[in-house]
């Protein structure tokens, strides 16, 4: 369906109550479990768990942040217009990609969202000379099922399914809609007719969709969690007569001949990585395994993850005071930053238990209220409910001889924002695929003589073809005016003006022109401002250790960073931030480390106005959030005199 590149309109945010419906008509659709139906003989005091674990069921099918946009393409032989809408999200780490599709009333998932929920959908396999073909728009035909009968029950007609190849047998590379009841199947040998219309692809044009308009996300090797649901039929069984078919072949005679298969044996085995802990201190076991936890335990878990982001941010800021951290902090930035990162979750079974709702403290303000009884920090309660932090005692006996323990590589959903299970990437709030930060940006303003001018290039014997710095305009323009003989004789600071400077740098347009005509002679420093301004502008920004040569100079004047607050909704303030690519910094990345730093919801589209061909990103930040904007950029090179702030609150620019 999506050979051809959709037509989607802008991207909208999804509203929390929206997501969550979105999310329930998912889970009920595709009949997934949640822990309520499989503890439904537990005691009610389990309800707040229960509550937590569909939270992260909801957030893995549709992430918090999640945006939607309204498409339409065309689909079959007679290129009939359909139309849909995609929900957009972007996994911890990871940049915005179209996660589900909504055609009429049925959700389809991608092979992104397959990638991160295994076994939400049935699991067909194929051999992979007959995968490569569906990859190009065909329908599976019957005979081209491996591995059964029998084959997954839930793979009835009109349900969704995957479909994976042989030689990777558990990465779902297709995601199509059974044409006939495939589970009821007694023989595929022989067989005739399409048991599966493909809808989506890995390489098709919603699978590389990305905001920056880069290449789509490589499969992975190897997903055992898929394996999990395997039910014990070799997919080695040897095929006779496979076939497909082109949904696109006008004669309907498609399908291609495929020899015998063979699957390798044994299951894949899964990899527990783990990060490297602060320098300088051996690491301790956690003693966190997945047992059940007390609230006693929990306690403890919650407070020594405070203990470990406070040893994170001393050891890794030093030579600040504050070491890293801008006070006041709000209660949510405090544990989005400070502690979350540093919970031990192995595994998403773990979120359900380490949650704030599950400590004694019951919330993130009884929570500081204790550590603060402790002296570790200092509070204050504002208006509406809110506590923040005033400051933290970073030389406190609990924090200086805390010993880090070892947390997860990969970042295990967290049972109150989503992140949890850090590593110094999320620790620190930039997104390990964010290389901008802590580059080194020079801008260089170049001239490029116009043929007005080749006369006086010419005689101090330089091209008029070469961009020039405009220290390097000054030397040439003053051989000139010695091998012309130019200096007046009663004032070394003027020179007499000839016909060439006279018809190519003063043309009389203007009353400063006419003057100096009128004199017949101009300052030295006033001939070269002249002549540098009567040259065409280039500019280049060059990154780390890049040299003029290297880069290609763009004409016109150099760009700027636009920063734009606004009004919306009456009296919400957002910030808007534009134009970083040409800083080589990726707005998704940052985005995420906005997100985090200013403890408010971001988005990322595309610019109004700007080339589809070539877009221009938007970051959309909630609340008004300049100084930390600029924070940011400048963490990633650039100088606050390329950032140009509009504040349309006050009808100011500044």
């Known amino acids: 369906m999506f050979k051809k590149k959709p037509n989607i309109k802008p991207l909208a945010p999804l509203r929390s109550s929206d997501r969550r419906k979105i999310a329930d008509q998912i889970i009920v659709k595709f009949s997934i479990a949640t822990p309520s139906e499989e503890s439904g003989n537990k005691a009610e005091n389990d309800h707040d768990t229960a509550t937590v674990g569909i939270g992260a069921i909801r957030n ?94 839930g793979a009835i007609k009109d349900s969704v399914v995957a479909v994976a190849s042989l030689e990777k047998p558990t990465v779902p590379m297709v995601v199509g809609t059974c044409q006939i009841d495939v589970a009821s199947l007694q023989e595929v040998r022989g067989a005739k007719g399409h048991a599966v219309r493909g809808e989506h692809w890995h390489g098709d044009e919603i ?3 990305s905001l920056g308009g880069g290449a789509g996300g490589q499969a992975p090797d190897d997903l055992p969690a898929w394996g999990s649901s395997n039910d014990g039929n070799a997919l080695a069984d040897k095929l006779d007569d496979i076939a497909i078919e082109d949904s696109d072949d006008e004669h309907g005679q498609g399908g291609v001949p495929v020899p015998q298969e063979t699957a390798e044996d044994g299951k894949p085995v899964a990899r527990n990585n783990f990060v490297e802990g602060e320098d300088g201190r051996p690491y ?129 959903t967290g049972a109150e924002s989503g992140g949890g299970g850090g ?138 960073v636009h920063i734009t607050l606004e009004t919306r909704s009456g009296n919400k303030t957002v910030t808007k931030l534009s134009g970083v690519e040409t800083f080589y910094i990726q707005p998704q990345p940052l985005a995420e480390e906005l997100q985090k730093s200013c403890a408010s919801s971001t988005s990322v589209n595309q610019l109004a106005g700007s080339s589809p061909k070539k877009p221009v990103m938007e970051v959309m930040v909630q609340g008004p959030q300049r100084d930390a904007v600029i924070k940011a950029l400048e963490k990633r090179g650039v100088s606050r005199q390329w950032v140009e702030v509009t504040d349309k609150t006050k009808g100011k620019k500044k």
């Open 423 to 560: 590593g110094r990437a999320v620790t620190a709030g930039i997104s390990p695929s964010d290389d901008s930060v802590g580059q080194k940006l020079s801008k260089i303003e170049l001239y490029k003589p116009k043929e007005s001018l080749a006369p006086i290039f010419t005689a101090a014997s330089a091209s008029h073809h070469t961009l020039y710095l405009p220290a390097e305009l000054r030397p040439i323009i003053n051989a000139y005016i010695e091998s012309e003989k130019l200096i007046s004789e009663t004032n070394k600071r003027l020179v007499n003006l000839n016909p060439v400077l006279a018809n190519a740098v003063f043309d009389g347009s203007t009353a400063l022109d006419r003057e100096v005509l009128a004199k017949g002679s101009v300052p030295r420093d006033a001939l070269i401002d002249r002549i540098l301004k009567s040259c065409s502008p280039y500019w280049v920004i060059l990154r780390n250790d890049a040299t003029r040569d290297q880069i290609k100079a763009i004409a016109g004047h150099a760009p700027k």
């Open 207 to 209: 699978w590389a969709w």
């Open 60 to 153: 893995s099918l549709l992430p918090e942040n999640s945006q939607s946009a309204r498409f339409t393409t065309t689909a079959g032989k007679d290129l009939k217009q359909v139309s849909g809408t995609v929900y957009v999200g972007a996994y911890p780490g990871e940049e915005q990609r179209v996660l589900w599709i909504k055609l009429e009333d049925r959700l389809i998932p991608t092979v992104y969202t397959l990638w991160k929920n295994p076994n939400i959908v049935p699991l067909l396999h194929t051999p992979d000379i007959v995968l490569q073909k569906l990859r190009t728009g065909a329908d599976l035909m019957t005979p081209g099922l491996a591995g059964g009968p029998p084959f997954p029950s």
């Open 284 to 412: 301790e076991d956690s003693g966190v395994d997945l047992k059940e936890f007390s609230s006693k335990e929990i306690d403890d878990i919650f407070w020594n993850a405070f203990l470990y982001g406070l040893h994170h941010f001393r050891n890794t800021h030093k030579s600040d005071p504050h070491h890293g951290l801008k006070f006041p902090i709000n209660q949510s930035a405090m544990i989005s930053n400070l502690v979350l990162p540093f919970l031990p979750i192995t595994s998403p079974a773990q979120t359900a238990s380490l949650n704030i709702k599950k400590t004694s403290w019951k919330n993130a303000k009884k929570f500081i209220k204790a550590l603060e009884k402790s002296k570790l920090l200092k509070s204050k309660d504002r208006d509406g409910g809110e506590c923040v932090l005033l400051d933290i005692d970073f030389e406190d006996p609990a924090v200086t001889g805390f010993v880090p323990y070892r947390l997860p590589k990969k970042d295990a």
